[in-house]
Nanobody
């Protein structure tokens, strides 16, 4: 099983980014998928969740600004991030089925 995140980059505060989490050898629609982030010097933080229903949940820090979704045909889960803030700067990770992690993608938000 391979999980690959992409879509990170450098943006200014208030802008948007969409991250992608693509899996191989596992079907994302049949599993819970979670996004996490880790800023320098801080613990990894849970960001968003989507399950098979799909039901979605969000961390308090991103609620109302981030949206998690999936495309079954592409076997990909997305994290749409709007109104980005400097405190959103982190490496963003995707986890599939509570087991499989990707390598992360860097998001940097300048003020």
């Amino acid at each position: 099983v391979q999980v690959v995140e992409s879509g990170g980059g450098l943006v200014q505060a208030g802008e948007s980014l969409t991250l992608s989490c693509t899996a191989s050898e596992i079907t994302v629609a049949d599993n819970a998928v979670r996004w996490y982030r880790q800023a320098p010097g801080k613990q990894r933080e849970w960001v968003a969740f989507i399950d098979v229903i799909p039901e979605t949940k969000y961390g308090d820090a991103v609620k109302g600004r981030f949206t998690i979704s999936r495309d079954g045909a592409k076997n990909t889960v997305y994290l749409q991030m709007n109104d980005l803030k400097p405190e959103d700067t982190a490496v963003y990770y995707c986890r599939v089925d509570s087991v499989y992690w990707g390598q992360g993608t860097q998001v940097t938000v300048s003020s």
